[in-house]
C-alpha cells in the first residue's frame, strides 16, 4: 500500500516541478512575440543598403540572431546596437514595446524626425546613445523618468526647445550626459534642490543654451568633465561651484557671454575657486570677453594643468611670472587680448610646453632667449605685438618646432642664420617687421619648409640666395616689400611645389626667368614695382595652374600675348610698363605698331610650327619604341573599367589611343596640373570627349605609382553622384594615365576668380549667385559626407579646394583629385603604409594646400575626416566672402576662420565686402539674410581649431540641405518683391 501511494506522490512532485516551467514558457512566447513585432515595427520605418546591416532581419523568426540584437535566456531582446550601419528613416516608437531592454545604441547613422516618447517607458533601459544622426524636435521628458539609465548621448543631432527637467531632478543613476552639438535653448535646468550624485560626465557644446552656470553644479560632486562652449551662456563665472568639484579635470566654457567679477574687472575670485580642483588638465574660457589681470597665484594652481585657453578676451595687464609653476603645461594661450608688459622669461620652467600663443597684445621688450630653452615647443605665435630687439639665435636649439610666427612686431636687427637649424620648421612668418642685412643661405636651404616663409615687409637686402632653390616642398614665398636687388635666379625654379610667389616692392633687375615662370603647380606670381626687364616668359602662356598674376611697374617689354593666361589679366597686372604694348585686346594698354603686330604674328605661328613638329617626330620615335617594348612584353597593359556601360562603350585604351585623343599630349589641349598629374583634354575615336590626367613624378622619387594606386583605389571603390567617376585607367612601367569624363564648365575656382570678366562662359564665372553656391556647398558635401560615412571604404580626402571642385554640364559639383586620399577601413585609418597618409609624418610631404590644410596636420596630426572637414569650412568661408585664405595669411597674417571670426557677428556687412554675389548691385537676389549668417556660422564651426569640436560631415550636409531647402521654399516669394538692394540693406543692418 505504501509503494502504491508513493507512485503517486513521485508523479505530483514530478508535475509540480513541470507545471512551473511550462507556465512560465507559456507566459514568455507572448513576450517574445511582443519583441518581435516591435522589432519588424522599428524595421518598417527604416531602410538600409541591399544586403547591409537588416539583411537578415524578418528572414527568420529567431530574431534573437538577427543583426544587432541581443536576448537573455528567456528570448527578451536586452539590447540593440546599430551603431554606424548607414540606416536611413525614423525611430519607429514600437520601439517602446521592448520592455526588457537595456542597451539601445543606434549611433552614427540617418535616422530623421523626432525622438519617440515612447522611449521613456523603457523602464530597464541603462545605456541610450542616438549621436550622430538628422533627429529633430524636443527631447521626451519621458527619457528622464528612466531611473536605471546611466549612459545617454543624444548629441550631433537637431534637437531644438529646453532640456527637460527630469534629466536633473528624476534621473540619478546618470553619469553620462552628452545633449552637445544641437539646437537646445533655454537654461540649464540644474535646480538646487535636483542632485546627479553619480554624474561625472557632462557635455553641452554647441547649443543654444542661455542663463548662468547652475549653482546646483555642485550637486555633482564626482563630476569630471564640463563641457558648456558655444553657447549663449551668461552671467558671472561662478566663484561658489567648482570649489566643490575636486574631482573636475577638463573645463570648458569658451565662446560663451560670461564675464569676471566686479563688472567684468576681476577674474581672481573664480580662479580662487579653481584651488581645490586638483586634478583640472584642461581649463577654456576662450571668447567670452572677459576683463581684469591674470591673478597673480595663477601659477599656484593643479599641477595637473595640460592646457589653459584664454584667448579672444579682453585680460589687460602683464603676464604674472608666477605662471610658470604650471611645470606640466603643454598649451598656453593667450592670444587676442591687452595684455602688456614683456613676456616673462621664467616661462623656460614649462619644459614640457609644445604650442604657445601671446599673439595679437600688446607686449613689448625683447623676446627672452630662454625661450630657447623649451624642449618640446612646436608652435610659437609672438605676432601683432610690440616686441623689439632682435631674433633670439637661441631658437635654433627648438628641435620640435614647426611654426614660428614673429610677424607685425618691431624686431630689428638681421635673421639669425642659425634658425637654419631647425630642421622641422615648416612656417616661418617675420614679416612686417624691421629686420636687415641679408637673408641667410642656413634659411633660404631649409629644404623642410613645407607651407611658407614670410620675410615681406622688411629691410632685407641684397640678392636672393641661390639656396632658395633647396625648398622643394614649400608651398608659398613672399619676399616682398624689401631693399633686395640683383637678378632673380633661374635657380628658384626648382622650388617646383611652389603656388604663390611675391617679390613685388624690391629692386630686382634682369629678366623673369623661364624656369620661375615654368614651376608646374604656380597659381598666383607678383613681381611689381621692380626693375624687371625684357619680354615676359613664353612658358606663362601654357601655364594651366596660374590664374593671378602681377609684373606692373617694371621695365617689361614686347607683345603681351593674345593667348593663354596673360591675355586674360586686367590692364592692372601691365601698367608702369612703357615698352609694353597689346594687340589692342586689354584695355589701357598701348597697342603695338602694326608692323610690329604683323612681324609677331608671323613668327608665333612659324615657332610654333617648329615646336609641334619636333614634338611630333618626338613622339612618333616614342611611340615606335613603346610599341616594340609592347611586343617584347605583352601582359604589360593593365586596364581597368570602372563603369559597366562605359565596359562596352570602351572597353580598352592603350597608350596609342591616349596618344592619338590627345593630339600626343600636346601643350594645347592641356587643360589642368596637380601636384603629381597634368590633364589633357581630348577625344576618343568614338567621339566622347574625355579629360586624361596623366601622371609624372617631378622629383623622381616614385610618388607617381602610390598616387596612381591610391587614386585607382579611391576611384573603383566610390560611386556616388557628387564624385568624379572613372572610365579606365592605362598603365605601364613608365606610363600611368587616368581617363575620367570632360567636365564642361571646369572647376569651381575658375567661376570664383575669372580671368575675363567681359566673357561669359555659358557656366557665368562671375554671375554666380548666392543660391547657386549653396547649392555648390550642398553637392560638395554630400560627396563628402557618402566619401566619409557611407562608402564602401571609407575615404579621407586631403586636399580639398575650389580647383578640385569641378562642375558638370547642370553646373553640379563633383569632388575630383584623389591622388592623396587616404582609403580608412571602417572607423580607423589603416595602418597598411600603402595608404600613403596625408601628413608630414609619415611621408615627409604636407600634402594639401596653403590656407585648406587643417591645424593639426602642421602638427603631426594624422590625417582624419575631421580635417576635410576643416578644409570643406575654409572652402564656404571663401565662398561667402569671396576672399582667398592665401590672401588672409599672406595680407593680414591670419587664417580665414580668424579673420571671419573677428568680423562675426557684429560686422557682418565687413566680411562680405568683397563677396562677388553681393555686390551685383540691380540684380534681384532672392536669399534670405538668415541664410548667410546660418552659412557664416557652419563655415566656422568647421573651421574650429580642435578638431573635436567640428561637426561631422553628416552633420555638415543635413545644414546645408535645410539651408537649401529653405531657400527653395521662400524663392517664389522673394523673387518677386526683393531687389537687391533691399536685402543687402537687411542683411547689414540686421549684422549691426
Not at 538600409?48 to 530574431?63: E, K, Q, T
Not at 604657445?356 to 615647443?377: A, D, F, M, T
Not at 543660391?771 to 580626402?797: F, T
Request: a negative charge; charged letters at 20%; proline letters at 5%.
Amino acid at each position: 500500500m505504501a509503494k502504491l501511494l508513493a507512485i503517486p506522490i513521485i508523479v505530483i512532485l514530478h508535475i509540480g516541478l513541470i507545471m512551473p516551467i511550462a507556465v512560465s514558457a507559456a507566459a514568455m512566447a507572448p513576450g517574445a512575440a511582443d519583441d518581435r513585432s516591435a522589432l519588424l515595427g522599428f524595421l518598417s520605418g527604416v531602410s538600409a543598403d541591399p544586403g547591409g546591416a537588416l539583411a537578415d532581419w524578418g528572414r527568420s523568426p529567431r530574431f534573437c540572431n538577427w543583426t544587432g540584437v541581443a536576448c537573455d535566456r528567456r528570448r527578451r531582446v536586452t539590447q540593440l546596437v546599430l551603431s554606424g550601419r548607414g540606416i536611413r528613416g525614423v525611430l519607429s516608437p514600437a520601439l517602446g514595446r521592448l520592455s526588457f531592454i537595456s542597451v539601445l545604441d543606434l549611433s552614427s547613422n540617418a535616422f530623421a524626425g523626432e525622438v519617440p516618447e515612447e522611449l521613456g517607458t523603457l523602464s530597464r533601459l541603462t545605456q541610450l546613445s542616438l549621436t550622430n544622426n538628422l533627429l529633430e524636435g524636443a527631447i521626451p521628458a519621458g527619457i528622464g523618468l528612466l531611473r536605471e539609465l546611466y549612459y545617454l548621448d543624444l548629441s550631433g543631432n537637431r534637437l531644438s526647445g529646453g532640456i527637460p527637467s527630469t534629466l536633473f531632478c528624476n534621473c540619478s543613476a546618470l553619469q553620462y550626459m552628452d545633449l552637445a552639438n544641437n539646437s537646445l535653448a533655454g537654461d540649464i535646468p540644474y535646480s538646487g534642490e535636483c542632485r546627479l550624485p553619480s554624474l561625472r560626465y557632462l557635455l553641452l557644446w554647441s547649443n543654444e543654451l542661455s542663463g548662468p552656470i547652475p549653482p546646483a553644479l555642485s550637486n555633482s560632486a564626482i563630476l569630471e568633465w564640463v563641457d558648456f562652449e558655444s553657447n549663449y551662456l551668461a552671467g558671472e563665472l561662478p566663484s561658489r561651484v567648482f570649489d566643490r568639484l575636486p574631482r573636475l579635470q577638463y573645463l570648458y566654457l569658451s565662446y560663451n557671454n560670461l564675464s569676471s567679477h566686479d563688472g567684468n574687472t576681476n577674474l581672481d575670485p573664480f580662479f580662487l575657486s579653481l584651488r581645490n580642483c586638483t586634478r583640472l588638465q584642461e581649463l577654456e574660457l576662450a571668447g567670452n570677453g572677459l576683463g581684469g589681470r591674470l591673478p597673480s597665484f595663477i601659477g599656484e594652481l593643479s599641477r595637473s594643468f595640460r592646457q589653459i585657453h584664454l584667448e579672444d578676451n579682453a585680460i589687460s595687464g602683464s603676464i604674472p611670472p608666477n605662471i610658470s609653476g604650471l611645470v606640466n603645461l603643454t598649451y598656453l594661450n593667450l592670444s587676442n587680448n591687452l595684455i602688456n608688459g614683456s613676456i616673462p622669461p621664467d616661462l623656460s620652467r614649462m619644459r614640457r610646453l609644445e604650442q604657445l600663443y601671446l599673439s595679437n597684445n600688446l607686449l613689448s621688450g625683447e623676446i627672452p632667449r630662454s625661450i630657447g630653452e623649451l624642449p618640446h615647443l612646436g608652435l610659437l605665435d609672438l605676432s601683432g605685438n610690440r616686441l623689439a630687439g632682435a631674433i633670439p639665435d637661441t631658437f635654433s636649439n627648438l628641435t620640435q618646432l614647426r611654426r614660428l610666427m614673429l610677424h607685425h612686431n618691431r624686431l630689428a636687427g638681421a635673421i639669425p642664420p642659425s634658425l637654419g637649424e631647425c630642421d622641422n620648421l615648416e612656417i616661418l612668418d617675420l614679416s612686417y617687421n624691421g629686420l636687415q642685412g641679408k637673408i641667410p643661405s642656413h634659411v633660404a636651404a631649409m629644404s623642410n619648409l613645407k607651407l611658407y616663409l614670410n620675410l615681406s615687409n622688411n629691410h632685407l637686402e641684397g640678392s636672393l640666395p641661390l639656396e632658395l632653390s633647396k625648398m622643394d616642398m614649400i608651398l608659398a614665398l613672399d619676399l616682398s616689400s624689401n631693399e633686395l636687388a640683383s637678378t632673380i635666379p633661374s635657380q628658384l625654379g626648382g622650388c617646383v611645389a611652389l603656388e604663390y610667389l611675391n617679390l613685388s616692392g624690391n629692386a630686382l633687375r634682369g629678366a623673369l626667368p623661364e624656369a620661375v615662370a615654368a614651376l608646374p603647380f604656380l597659381e598666383a606670381i607678383d613681381v611689381s614695382r621692380n626693375g624687371l626687364s625684357g619680354a615676359l616668359p613664353e612658358s606663362l602662356q601654357v601655364s594651366t595652374s596660374l590664374r593671378d598674376a602681377d609684373f606692373s611697374y617694371n621695365n617689361f617689354s614686347g607683345v603681351v600675348p593674345h593667348a593663354g593666361v596673360l591675355a586674360n589679366l586686367s590692364a592692372a597686372a601691365f601698367r608702369g610698363n612703357p615698352s609694353l604694348c597689346s594687340a589692342g585686346h586689354i584695355p589701357g594698354i598701348a597697342t603695338c605698331g602694326a608692323r610690329r603686330a604683323d612681324r609677331r604674328r608671323a613668327v608665333v605661328p612659324a615657332a610654333f610650327g617648329i615646336v609641334a613638329a619636333v614634338c611630333m617626330m618626338l613622339c612618333a620615335a616614342g611611340c615606335r619604341s613603346m610599341a616594340t617594348a609592347r611586343e617584347r612584353q605583352r601582359s604589360t597593359w593593365r586596364v581597368d573599367i570602372e563603369e559597366q556601360a562605359t565596359e562596352r562603350e570602351h572597353p580598352r585604351i592603350s597608350y596609342r589611343e591616349l596618344s592619338e585623343a590627345t593630339g600626343g599630349f600636346a601643350e594645347s589641349r592641356l587643360i589642368g596640373a596637380g601636384r603629381f598629374g597634368r590633364v589633357y583634354e581630348g577625344t576618343l575615336r568614338g567621339g566622347a570627349r574625355v579629360a586624361v590626367k596623366v601622371l609624372a613624378d617631378p622629383k623622381g622619387g616614385g610618388e607617381v605609382s602610390v598616387s596612381f594606386k591610391r587614386e585607382c583605389e579611391a576611384l573603383r571603390r566610390t560611386r556616388h553622384k557628387n564624385l568624379i567617376r572613372v572610365i579606365t585607367t592605362c598603365s605601364t612601367a613608365s606610363f600611368n594615365a587616368l581617363v575620367l569624363p570632360l567636365m564642361p564648365h571646369g572647376s569651381l575656382e575658375a567661376h570664383l576668380y575669372p580671368h575675363d570678366d567681359d566673357g561669359d562662359d555659358g557656366g557665368g564665372g562671375s554671375r554666380l549667385g548666392f543660391r547657386q553656391l549653396v547649392g555648390i556647398a550642398s553637392d560638395v558635401a554630400e560627396g563628402m559626407a557618402y566619401l566619409h560615412h557611407y562608402a564602401p571604404v571609407r575615404v579621407v580626402h586631403c586636399d580639398l579646394k575650389p580647383s578640385n571642385v569641378l562642375l558638370d554640364d547642370g553646373m553640379r559639383a563633383v569632388i575630383s583629385d584623389f591622388g592623396i586620399a587616404r582609403l580608412v577601413a571602417g572607423a580607423e585609418a589603416s595602418s597598411d603604409d600603402s595608404a600613403a597618409p596625408c601628413n608630414s609624418i609619415a611621408t615627409g610631404l604636407l600634402q594639401g594646400s596653403v590656407g585648406y590644410i587643417a591645424p593639426e596636420y602642421g602638427l603631426g596630426g594624422h590625417p582624419s575626416a575631421r580635417g576635410d572637414v576643416y578644409s570643406f569650412g575654409v572652402l564656404i568661408l571663401e565662398l561667402l566672402t569671396g576672399k582667398r585664405p592665401t590672401d588672409v595669411i599672406f595680407d593680414e597674417g591670419l587664417t580665414l576662420h580668424d579673420w571671419v571670426r573677428r568680423l562675426y557677428p557684429h560686422d557682418v556687412a565687413g566680411a562680405l565686402a568683397h563677396a562677388p554675389w553681393l555686390r551685383r548691385e540691380g540684380v534681384p537676389l532672392p536669399v534670405a539674410d538668415m541664410a548667410v549668417v546660418e552659412l557664416m556660422e557652419l563655415g566656422l564651426a568647421c573651421t574650429q581649431h580642435s578638431p573635436a569640436l567640428r561637426p561631422t560631415m553628416a552633420d555638415v550636409c543635413h545644414e546645408i540641405t535645410m539651408i537649401k531647402d529653405g531657400l527653395a521654399k521662400h524663392a517664389g516669394a522673394d523673387d518677386g518683391d526683393r531687389s537687391f538692394s533691399t536685402i543687402k540693406d537687411s542683411l547689414f543692418s540686421n549684422s549691426s
